[in-house]
Each structure stands twice: as C-alpha cells, then as structure tokens.
C-alpha cells in the first residue's frame, strides 16, 4: 500500500514577465521593436510527493528547479495550475489551515550566510519562530534552541553567536535548526549542500538521513549531483527547460533511462570502472527560456531527433511500473544506458568522436 500523498502539483506553471528597462524603452522611441517577454519558468508540471519518500530533482542550471521548489513551499504563487495538499488546495488556504501548511513546509536555500539574519544571534534565528507561532512558551525558549542545535549536531554553548561566527557547514546546519524548529513535515533543500566541502557534504546528508527515521520528514532534494541523488533518493525527476521530461523510482531511473537528457547527464558521471567508456556530451547550451525552442525543448541538443519533435511536444508515457518519461522515441524501442551491465549504448552523435577528453565534454547538471 502506498503511503498518503502529502503534495500533489497538476498542471503547475509559473511564469516571470520581463518588461522593457529603460534603455529599451528608449530604443523604442528611436523605431525598435520592443515588448515585454515571458519567461517560462515552470511549464505545467505534474509532480506527486509521498509521506515520508524523498524525491531528488535533477537539471541544468535555468531549468526550474529551486522555481519549482519555491511554488511548492509557498514562496512563490503558481500562475496556473493547482497544488494539492492534506488541507486542501494551496492557493486557496486561508487562516489557521495556511498557518499550518506554511509551518508543515519549510525550505532549506543553498548559501546559508545570505538566508540567515547577519544581525541575529542563532538562539533568535531557531528560536524566534516556535515562539511566534505558538509552538513554545517563552519559559522554555532557551532550553528549546539548546534542545534543536544539539539535534542538527552544533554546540549549544554557541547559540549567542552571530552567523559570520560559523563556518559554512555550521551555517547550514543552523538553516536546518531552523527549519526543524517549527515542526515541520515536509523539507524543500534548495541546492542545500552545493556550497560545502565533500566531507562537510557526507556529514549533512547523513544528518537528513538520520532526522529523516526520526522524524518521518519528506524530502524534495534539489540538486545537481546526480550521485548524491542516487543515494538518497527514493524517486528522481529530471527538469530539462521548466518541464519534467523524466521520472520513476531512482534505481530505474539509473540502470535504465528512457530520455535522451537523463542519459546523457549519466554518461557525464564519473566511473572508476571502464575507463575507456564513450561519453556522449550534450551538444550546446540550453536554450533561453525567454525563447524556448518549440515542439521538444530538447531536440536542438537530442542526437536522436526527429521532424515532429520539432512540431510536437511529447507528453510523459508510462514505461514500467511508476518510471515515466517524454520522448517521442518511446513510441520505438529505445537503448537503455551504457553505464548499466549488459546494455547496449547509444549511438554517438554526428560528427561528434566516439571519446572525448574530460576537458571537451558537454554541459553537465548544475
């Protein structure tokens, strides 16, 4: 049985609108075509997140993802399309049900100096929101934010402390006390461990791991690194240009990737084993949002593309049990990754050699 859906996004689209700045208003009087332009951040997104699993969202830089998480955390209203959750639908909570949804999801941003108060002590920055919202008593103000910093791990001899006073994985560990202060169920991290050395990296994944069998949180874990996702994910996504053009169980998503993109990503993975593995890099740079190509945004940079990716975008198919992706060459048997055992690989683009040096590979996920 599988557990209760704790967040359900149908359809969910956010939009930014550029207007024209002054230089180009003033281009405008000289005869220059001008206009506002609308940046598709976020295009009609379906995304369902279960109590208790976490869900890795992978992409380029630009493609949506920390937009996503901001629209599912509340930060951001989405332009179209709705959210569902256990109180209802989000956009149209009011009162104590939108007190509670705010304090039931919380997120946790990639640069802690810059989300955290440089004027506060870190006993203010835990302990200020329980205190407001009810959650403590003022008697026990202390005692709670002693209570949180020895769960995320800090002394709590330091909690009269500023930020600048930390070093960046204590920063981030006060971000996480933050969070968890006000009891929330549900986690966004925003790129949460991008910024920190790789063993202060291990560190903070093992204290989600661990607040996660404690507390029964939920995760959408934003990230770049696909072998982080690997390890701590339950499902991954894949965002290529605002849409999901992938999804499924993360060991699916791995031994056997559907989408040109996701396979591409993975054979930009570093392996010690088979060294003399063909990589197939992404050719170009994805495209402007402000601009987006029509049809499949992929296709101008998808080796395999055909005529109606041009024309067509492909909705996502199901291709084994919860693994979903959007490509038109579903409809086809399609190779599945070359870093699996036993699986034949893709073809290498035109004109593109068979083995390209580290130095001349393409765009990986950031």
């Not at 874990?221 to 499924?248: A, K, N, P, Q, W």
């Amino acid at each position: 049985m599988n557990p209760p859906i704790l967040m359900q996004a149908n359809q969910v689209s956010r939009l930014f609108v550029k207007r024209p700045d002054y230089a180009e208003r003033l281009a405008g009087l000289l005869g220059a075509k001008v206009g506002t332009q609308t940046v598709h951040a976020v295009d009609r997104i379906d995304l369902t997140i279960r109590q208790g699993e976490v869900v890795g969202l992978v992409g380029e830089s630009g493609c949506g993802k920390s937009t996503l998480g901001r629209v599912l955390a509340g930060i951001l209203p989405a332009t179209s399309g709705t959210i569902q959750t256990p109180a209802g639908e989000l956009s149209t909570l009011t009162g104590q049900a939108a007190h509670a949804q705010r304090m039931a999801t919380q997120m946790i941003f990639q640069d802690p100096m810059s989300s955290l108060n440089p004027r506060k002590r870190v006993r203010d920055i835990i302990g200020e929101a329980p205190l407001a919202n009810g959650i403590i008593a003022r008697r026990d103000y202390d005692d709670y934010v002693v209570q949180v910093m020895r769960r995320v791990g800090l002394d709590p001899d330091y909690r009269n402390r500023f930020p600048h006073q930390f070093s960046g994985g204590q920063r981030q560990r006060v971000g996480i006390g933050r969070a968890l202060a006000v009891k929330p169920q549900f986690l966004i991290c925003d790129e949460s461990i991008a910024a920190l050395d790789v063993s202060i990296q291990a560190q903070i994944l093992n204290l989600f791991m661990d607040l996660r069998q404690d507390l029964g949180l939920t995760y959408l874990f934003i990230s770049h690194d696909l072998g982080v996702v690997r390890r701590i994910s339950d499902r991954t996504v894949i965002m290529y240009l605002g849409r999901v053009v992938e999804s499924g169980p993360t060991a699916e998503v791995f031994r056997a990737p559907r989408h040109p993109y996701t396979q591409a990503l993975l054979d930009e993975v570093p392996r010690l084993s088979n060294r003399k593995r063909r990589f197939h890099a992404i050719q170009g740079e994805i495209p402007s949002p402000l601009h987006p190509p029509s049809g499949c945004h992929f296709h101008p940079r998808c080796p395999q593309a055909m005529a109606r990716c041009k024309t067509e975008a492909p909705a996502l198919q199901a291709t084994a049990d919860g693994h979903q992706a959007a490509c038109h060459l579903l409809d086809t048997p399609m190779p599945t990754s070359p870093n699996a055992p036993g699986v034949s690989p893709l073809p290498a683009p035109p004109n593109t050699p068979a083995d390209v040096p580290a130095a001349q590979r393409g765009t990986r996920a950031s």
